[in-house]
């Protein structure tokens, strides 16, 4: 089968596009015929050997997929030959990836894809959305009626939390920067947007919540906890999911005393039946259109190390070329 594949971590280069042999379902896995895929940040630190993880050489990348069920291991019971399916969190401690033709996927990790749903909205809101799902519902526990700020809305994290925070019937302010990116973010669903480059967040967002907001999400790699421990309200929380080596300042006083929660994770060390909770719901909104993947591009799998530089240009470099995912077609 064709794959996007490492031999050895660092940059986009080390990428080869190439044949590999399919791999067989084992036990509970299934094997699946990849229709698309989308590309995540974690990939690129992975690859580049920014997170130190196992991996089995030659290591295909990537997480994401959707695709069909082309055969089932001896142990599968919820899925069989035919069935279409989405998934994430492969490729991460000592899985293979899924930038491939084919890729076999432990059941616990696969999810129905409702009818009307293309491939490609599939794959682009599967680690992204169990991400928003984690943090808004069993994190933060977001409630129907409080504010909620998300810096970046309209990358591919901050997209799916403005629409699943509208979802579970919230009020939505958030950030961008540049006009296009604020209209985008007003599409998702958001109630307020800010323009992060030429309004000052802190000033709008006193307009826009005086009292405060309920869940301040961060999605930068390097969290300004003044700007945002100053803009939660009484008992607000905060979620952290970003920025491995960022160690910035942070106002202890005036934290406890409002009563806030500080709460971090990050998405690949849930549970299977935590991930199957938020893919569930992703599952419905969806096919109520209440969610919708943000797809800012769509190349063939063959391009795969040129997606790994346009995101890490994007997410690390702060370029802002992209405004969401970029989803690859075997
Ligand atoms: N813990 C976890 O489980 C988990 C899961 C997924 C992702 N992550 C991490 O979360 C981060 C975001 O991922 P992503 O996929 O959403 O990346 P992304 O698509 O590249 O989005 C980055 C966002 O940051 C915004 N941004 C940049 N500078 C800003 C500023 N000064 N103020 C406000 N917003 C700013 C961008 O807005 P503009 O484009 O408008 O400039 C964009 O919306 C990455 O570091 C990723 O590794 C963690």
């Not at 690859?47 to 142990?75: H, N, S, W, Y």
């Not at 607000?236 to 960022?246: K, L, N, S």
């Not at 994007?314 to 995912?325: W, Y």
Request: charged share 20%; proline share 6%; hydrophobic share 45%.
């Amino acid at each position: 089968m064709k794959a996007a594949y490492i031999e050895r971590t660092g940059p986009p280069e080390n990428i080869i596009f190439g044949e590999l042999a399919a791999p067989k379902p084992a036990d509970a896995q299934c094997l699946i015929r990849i229709a698309a895929v989308a590309v995540n940040p974690v990939d690129t630190y992975i690859r580049g050997g920014m997170i130190k993880m196992q991996l089995p050489f030659p290591f295909i990348i990537g997480c994401d997929f959707a695709g069909t069920v082309a055969e089932t291991g001896p142990r599968v019971r919820r899925f069989k030959p035919g069935d279409r399916v989405w998934g994430s969190n492969q490729g991460l401690l000592g899985r293979q990836g899924t930038f491939a033709e084919y890729a076999s996927v432990d059941e616990c990790w696969l999810y129905p894809t409702p009818a009307g749903i293309g491939e490609e909205q599939a794959a682009a809101v599967a680690l992204v959305g169990i991400t928003a799902h984690l943090g808004l519902v069993r994190e933060a526990r977001l409630k129907r009626g409080e504010t909620v700020f998300v810096n970046g809305g309209s990358g591919g994290v901050g997209s799916a939390v403005v629409q699943m925070a509208k979802a579970i019937g919230a009020r939505v302010i958030t950030t961008a920067g540049s006009d296009r990116k604020l209209e985008l973010c007003r599409k998702l669903g958001a109630d307020f947007v800010i323009n992060y480059k030429t309004q000052n967040v802190e000033t709008e967002l006193k307009k826009l919540a005086p009292a405060g907001v309920n869940v301040w999400w961060e999605t930068l790699r390097e969290p300004n906890f003044d700007l945002a421990v100053g803009g939660l309200a009484a008992r607000g929380r905060m979620v952290v999911m970003a920025g491995r080596e960022a160690r910035p300042p942070f106002p202890v006083g005036p934290f406890y005393v409002k009563g806030c929660a500080l709460r971090g994770f990050v998405m690949f060390m849930a549970t299977p039946e935590e991930q199957r909770a938020g893919a569930e719901d992703i599952n419905r909104w969806l096919g109520e259109g209440k969610l919708k993947a943000n797809i800012d591009r769509v190349l063939p799998l063959s391009e795969a190390a040129a997606a790994h530089r346009l995101q890490e240009e994007s997410t690390i470099g702060k370029s802002g070329a992209l405004s969401g995912k970029i989803v690859l077609k075997p």
